[in-house]
């Protein structure tokens, strides 16, 4: 099984930015796909980006434009960066390793917290 440790959370006035990363202790490349999610109290877990084996990219509405994921696959790392954030945007933001014939894989997340 797959460890994913979550790093860069903290607290960031509206506006601000943060750069979250997921290292996983094997290849990234080795999984379909790379996402992060996030969880807000008393709200369901929300998917927010993706990246996939093949370097394709897709986000959650409520973040384009304003968030960007990408990886270094040399580092086995996956990495959000959040731009303009909003206090709607505080939640745990937990990393996914997704794997069709293994299943997923989660990281123990990280806390972000928007507020002024």
């Known amino acids: 099984q797959v460890q994913l440790v979550e790093s860069g959370g903290g607290l960031v006035q509206p506006g601000g930015s943060l750069r979250l990363s997921c290292a996983a202790s094997?290849?990234?490349?080795?999984?379909?796909?790379m996402a992060w999610s996030r969880q807000a109290p008393r709200k369901q877990r929300e998917w927010v980006a993706t990246?996939?084996?093949?370097?394709?990219?897709a986000y959650a509405d409520s973040v384009k434009g304003r968030f960007a994921i990408s990886r270094d696959s040399a580092l086995n790392t996956v990495y959000l960066q959040m731009n303009s954030l909003k206090v709607e945007d505080t939640a745990v933001y937990l990393c996914?390793?997704?794997?069709?014939?293994?299943?997923?894989?989660w990281g123990q997340g990280t806390q972000v917290t928007v507020s002024s």
């Open positions: 990246v996939t084996n093949g370097g394709s990219r």
């Open positions: 996914k390793a997704e794997d069709y014939s293994r299943g997923d894989s």
């Open positions: 094997e290849s990234i490349l080795n999984f379909n796909a």
